[in-house]
């Protein structure tokens, strides 16, 4: 006798019936899917979830601000010293320290000033001696000290610049005021019983080598460089006015002492000019070219 066939669902390990796959590629997202908000939830039930896909640790917010941040400092003091190196090549004479800085040639200029009115009574040779020379001393001091612009800091064109522009101011003067200027170099440098030949060697050797050096190096170098081309122009004028003045007799003549007063200046301003434009070294041999050719060679040819 046969058992009759049990109705219902079967057992699951009796199972005949197919049942449908799903391909493998929407197994592998619905595995996902399904891991991902559990391993956001509890990250311990990853290592109980089949095929989990494991993401890396990500870095702790702060220590990763800290060493971010670390990172960016140093990148900006590294910038920035590049800067200053770059800065410092192309103006050497910007980058000063600030104790050479208190050395204001202002303070030096009225001392001088106070003693060219001083020595006013002595004779012309001893008095422009010694103020020349402690015009140029203050002028080397500050340039010492680094704070005037470096002589070496030219070029051959700047120094043609200010070959150029010496002849430039003196040639046209000479042609045409050149008996005026014999007669008012005559009146700046010489002196009773003193032999022509005696006094163009002198003549010569201050306007070459004295004048233009204290001058460049106390007005063009310090003071222009600490006191701008305007205020080193004025102090200048005034300098010349004090120092030529006293020994020129220019009490009845109003007139002459003005057009000088105009000369003095032009020259001054332009000499600032040439400093800016051409640098130190032009302005110094634009002033030597200059002074020979105004109080030097009148003496010689008029």
Known sequence: MKRPERQGPPHDDQMAWPISQPPADEIGETEQEIVEPLAEAKPSLLSRIPHAILRPMQADPVLQELETGDEEEFETEELAEDAEEIEAEEHPSLFINPFQREVDPVFAYMVIIALSIGL????????????????????????ILGTSPRLSDTSVENLRAGLLFGFAIGIPFVILFGSALQTVSDRMFNERGVPANIMDTWVFMAVCFVMPAADSLFFRGAMQELRGPIVSGILGTIWSVILFFPHMELGNASGVASVMVIVFALLNFLYGYLRYRNGLAAAWIGQIVSGICLWFLPRLIF
């Open 120 to 143: 006013s009574p002595i004779d012309a040779s001893i008095r422009y001696v010694a103020l020349w020379a402690a015009l140029g001393g203050a002028g080397l001091v500050t340039y």
